[in-house]
């Protein structure tokens, strides 16, 4: 079987303050940059954002700015993804997201375009203003599945549940800010680490049912264009999506259904993909790959785990990915 390759577009995580400042001038990523802020009707720059490394740190612009954070977090994939394009030695295979990611994975293939979901994610922003919902966020974990489930049934946070299943031991749970408190003392408590994930609300989670609901039937006068590249998603585990019907339930999933991106990276395995290339900074989705996908046919990169000029991305890539003896080389 021919090898294959998939870029994944991370969601939570893919704004880094100034992530993007060596490449501001390389053509894709001025022209991604430029039509957001066009459409945008935010205060604050996005192409700032993403290009200063002293712009507003994550923490504070999710609280701040909430759909800034949301532009820029989206923006920075879909930069990114064009130059990874760019850059490949040899044309990429498919594309999938994690999360709210899947906008960026739809974008970089081509079924929606960068003014579809810059006015998406506006709508999504209010819709979840006018919700009114308690403060809530996700939280990060190295349990497994049944060391997480075994936590939930302890009590003391009823309203906690298990918005990703990542990796063989990284669970993210999600829920109101107070449930979530108990459930850390309660990991925490059995010899686990638990830290809260910068996030708006609580992504994943039937608390935001009626936004996901009312998402899904807007997503319905979109309309969703045949894409470039082969789309996979965690809600067809991994499978190809290919109808529209299919690419709109992608766009909404990470408003209300749980994520097992770990089973949708086996499942493209087992399709024959073998080489996977994360769009991020800090290279969560490739050390995700790394963990769920071990053994020497799988070749893992992150070429923007940090900023860097054009040349050194191309070197990135170039060395994770071109082929030689021995053990796959994760960069």
């Not at 990429?92 to 979901?117: E, K, N, W, Y």
């Not at 829920?175 to 708006?200: C, E, I, K, V, W």
């Not at 992504?203 to 319905?220: D, I, N």
């Not at 996908?293 to 893992?300: M, N």
Request: charged share 20%; glycine share 6%.
């Amino acid at each position: 079987m021919k090898p294959r390759t998939v870029l994944m577009c991370p969601g939570q995580g893919a704004y880094l303050p100034g992530a993007l400042r060596p490449l501001r001038d390389h053509p894709p990523v001025r022209a991604v940059l430029d039509m957001v802020d066009a459409h945008a009707g935010v205060s604050l720059s996005v192409g700032d954002l993403l290009t200063d490394p002293g712009a507003t740190p994550p923490e504070e612009l999710v609280t701040a700015h909430p759909l800034a954070f949301d532009l820029a977090t989206y923006t920075a994939a879909v930069a990114a993804a064009h130059v990874v394009l760019d850059l490949l030695p040899a044309p990429a295979d498919a594309v999938i997201g994690h999360s709210m990611g899947d906008l960026a994975a739809l974008t970089v293939a081509g079924a929606l375009t960068i003014r579809q979901c810059v006015q998406l994610l506006s709508i999504r922003d209010r819709l979840l203003r006018d919700a009114r919902l308690p403060r809530a966020g996700l939280l990060v974990t190295d349990m497994t599945w049944e060391q997480a489930v075994d936590a939930l049934r302890e009590g003391g946070a009823p309203r906690v549940r298990i918005a990703a299943h990542n990796a063989p031991a990284q669970i993210v749970l999600a829920g109101p800010d107070t449930d979530l408190a108990a459930f850390q003392r309660t990991a925490r408590d059995r010899g686990h680490r638990a830290a809260p994930l910068t996030s708006r609300t609580a992504f994943h989670h039937p608390l935001l049912g009626e936004v996901h609901r009312t998402f899904r039937r807007l997503l319905q006068s979109q309309p969703i264009r045949r894409p470039r590249l082969a789309v996979h998603t965690t809600v067809t585990d991994g499978r190809r999506a290919d109808t529209p019907a299919q690419l709109r339930t992608a766009a909404a999933a990470h408003l209300a259904e749980p994520m097992g991106f770990g089973r949708a990276l086996h499942t493209l395995r087992r399709t024959g993909f073998t080489t996977y290339v994360d769009t991020g900074p800090r290279a969560l989705l490739s050390t995700l790959a790394k963990v769920n996908l071990p053994g020497d046919t799988t070749h893992t990169c992150a070429p923007l785990r940090t900023p860097a000029p054009l040349d050194r991305v191309h070197d990135r890539l170039t060395t994770a990915l071109t082929p030689a003896d021995g053990p796959s080389r994760a960069r």
